[in-house]
């Protein structure tokens, strides 16, 4: 019970470093510049600049029916952090505005603007996925349709989103060019979001095939200290029976590996795919 409290308590502090970063990348980069990375938060800096009413009341006053359906259709616990984070992230935009002079800029260079607010608001935005939560807008939009359409990642849906908005800002400020900046920013969000959520703990599988299958799935055991899966094959042109090796190593063993195979059976066959999440003993530990 302490253990999941500390977690639960975890989560809620990372997801309000998350808000923090993104409303960074909003309040530093994206509205000095009117940038527009789609989502409610590109188009309340649309607002914000055709009428100037803030920023953080639109987020606030858009995300209420998005809310809604959320805890309707995702569950309240999905609506709890969803909540919470919308309202952090009006919130830290709220304490920039106050701490900082409104009229701050960083930088004038809209490119410079353009890849540091990206990749900042990405890093705020995976965080914010990583542990369970959404900032509302889009986001929220993307998990809702997520669920009716589970084959596309919420990421993905999210983007296609963010373009319709991205458009329709372009027309508002009828500006070609801050359009065209908003899209490359969408995109560097997109990456970064994903990068963060995914991470750099891939892993490599080998399948291999090999006469000498039994003496290499020793030494992989032995040497490296990974678990090997034998799968029993059938060529379709010879009819033979083999037994075709299946194993996971982290990126530090990969060459270890290779240079086992390469050692006992030259002309082994080899296929080596990348994989982007694994679960398990020596892995990652799920709870």
Partial sequence: MKNKLHKTLFEYIMIAGGCALMAAGIFFFFAPNTIAPGGVSGLAI???????????ITNLIVNIPLFIAGVLI?????????????IVFSAFIRFYTIVFPYDIVVTKDILLAVIYGSVIMGIGLGIIFKYGGTTGGTALGGAILNKFFPSLSIVKLMTVLDLFVVVAAGLVVRNTDNALYSV????IIVKT?????????????FHIFSLKSE?????ITNDI????????????????????????????????????????????FMMVTTTHEVLGEGFKITE
């Fill in 74 to 86: 995702l569950g309240k616990a999905f609506g709890i952090k969803t909540a919470y984070a919308t």
């Fill in 46 to 56: 649309v607002i914000q600049k055709a009428t100037g009413f803030p920023i953080d």
């Fill in 193 to 205: 979001t994903d990068f963060i959520v995914e991470g750099l703990g891939y892993a490599k599988a």
């Fill in 225 to 268: 200290g990974r678990g090997v899966t034998l799968l029993e094959t059938k060529g379709y042109y010879t009819g033979e029976k083999r037994q075709v090796l299946l194993c996971v190593v982290n990126r530090i063993q990969v060459a270890k590996l290779k240079k086992i195979v390469e050692e006992i059976d030259k002309n082994a």
């Fill in 215 to 219: 003496e290499i799935a020793k030494r």
């Fill in 184 to 187: 490359i920013a969408l995109y």
